[in-house]
Nanobody, 114 residues
Framework: QVQFVESGGGLVEPGGSLRLSCKAS????????VGWYRQTPGKQRELVAG???????YYADSVKGRFTVSRDNAKNTVTLQMNSLKPEDTAVYYC????????WGQGTQVTVSS
């Protein structure tokens, strides 16, 4: 079973950028789709971006054109480059299997505020 550890969150001003990293364990990482999800208090966790084993990608409308997801199978990592950040992007970000997620990790906090 693949497990994921997220990192790279922090505090950034509106319009700024952050790069999140997702490190996966396991030797079969490359066969799985991986998604970046986010959650704010009182709201359901939502899918932000996903990348399939083929490398094809999906983006939620709210982040399209601003976020870019990529993967490096040799390093078992998936990266989420977030540009032009908005206050509404503030959330805890998680990575997990996509489309069928597994146990959630700790996530990484992203705060967009001036």
């Amino acid at each position: 079973q693949v497990q994921f550890v997220e990192s790279g969150g922090g505090l950034v001003e509106p319009g700024g950028s952050l790069r999140l990293s997702c490190k996966a364990s396991g030797s079969v990482f490359s066969i799985y789709g991986v998604g970046w999800y986010r959650q704010t208090p009182g709201k359901q966790r939502e899918l932000v971006a996903g990348i399939r084993s083929s490398g094809s990608t999906y983006y939620a409308d709210s982040v399209k054109g601003r976020f870019t997801v990529s993967r490096d199978n040799a390093k078992n990592t998936v990266t989420l480059q977030m540009n032009s950040l908005k206050p509404e992007d503030t959330a805890v970000y998680y990575c997990n299997h996509w489309p069928h997620h597994n146990i959630w990790g700790q996530g990484t906090q992203v705060t967009v505020s001036s």
